[in-house]
């Protein structure tokens, strides 16, 4: 068996090397995964659901790989954080989980970097405790890892999701909406094809028609230009209170959580000193010193008293 210092110095860099690949396979994946939904949005114009749903479970199964991938990257940065906890002959309680989720893991992947990583780990800390790892006897092995290598088909509830939800990024109407919610199309000016050879005495000419044809336009237009002026000139309400210049934008979308919003935000209270102000019950108007300015009446009467 090799001393711990050389087995360290060597998984140290199998640690940078494995998160360097991890990194690039999830940009790859990534990358992939973009095409793969602009053919799925094709498809959905096209109206070929049953194929999409077929076709979408390589995107459900490529973004949890990814998922899975993000996990394993985080969990060598941590062994390559604490790598001083390793000098110990036994495995330090802290380091259990990511140490026996990557032996598990490795060999479930095509990682190669992760495969020397878990060939260190295993004669660091000895075959028993690899077997441990291996058959998850003591549940050390994380959740989230087993649940993202656990080969189930994905449910009907999050192959519609991600059908949704590649239509609404691509702007395509898909589920259809029925034609009630559409409306019922634009009314033309003359519906009456067929009277066009009776009225061809009653119609006006071409300049007059032009004209004709041309005043809706107009009236829509000008009532355009003073919506958009009236909306130039609208303030927002105040009554939403104080508002934090803070903004957290929610985590992007994954298997587990297809439509994230930030949770748990508390609403900012205003102040009593606040609250006075805003409706006016603080502020007094203070009168200058001396009095109010006297109009003309009164200067005349002191003056008329100074005489005397």
């Not at 989230?144 to 059908?163: C, D, F, S």
Request: hydrophobic share 35%; net charge negative; proline share 8%.
């Amino acid at each position: 068996m090799a001393p711990a210092s050389t087995i360290i110095a060597k998984l140290k860099v199998q640690l940078k090397l494995s998160i360097a690949r991890l990194r690039m396979v999830q940009q790859k994946d990534e990358a992939v995964s973009k095409q793969q939904r602009r053919a799925m949005a094709q498809l959905l114009e096209a109206g070929k659901i049953e194929s999409a749903k077929i076709r979408v479970e390589n995107i459900i199964r490529s973004d949890i790989t990814t998922e899975l991938h993000e996990i394993l990257e985080l969990y060598c940065e941590l062994l390559l954080a604490r790598t001083g906890l390793m000098e110990e002959r036994t495995c330090d309680p802290g380091l259990e989980e990511a140490v026996k989720s990557l032996i598990y893991a490795a060999p479930r992947t095509d990682v190669k970097e992760l495969q020397q990583v878990r060939n260190l780990l295993v004669e660091k800390y000895g075959k028993e405790f690899a077997l441990e790892a291996l058959e998850n006897s003591d549940a050390k092995v994380s959740e989230k890892v087993l649940k993202k290598l656990a080969v189930t088909p994905p449910p009907p509830e999050l192959v519609t999701g991600y059908l949704e939800e590649i239509a609404r990024t691509y702007g395509v109407d898909w589920p259809k909406r029925p034609k009630a919610e559409l409306g019922e199309p634009p009314g033309y000016a003359d519906d009456d094809d067929d009277d066009d050879d009776d009225d061809d005495d009653e119609s006006p000419s071409g300049g007059q028609a032009h004209k004709n044809m041309e005043a809706p336009i107009g009236v829509e237009g000008a009532k355009g230009v003073e919506e958009r002026e009236e909306l130039s000139k609208a303030t927002p309400p105040r009554s939403f209170g104080p508002q934090s210049p803070l903004r957290v934008n929610p985590p992007s979308p994954s298997t587990d959580n297809l439509h994230p919003r930030v949770k748990g935000t508390l609403d900012l209270k205003p102040t009593k000193k606040m609250q006075d102000v805003g409706t006016g019950k603080g502020t007094q108007i203070k009168e200058p010193i001396g009095g109010t300015i006297p109009d003309v009446d009164e200067l005349a009467q002191r003056f008329a008293a100074l005489k005397k």
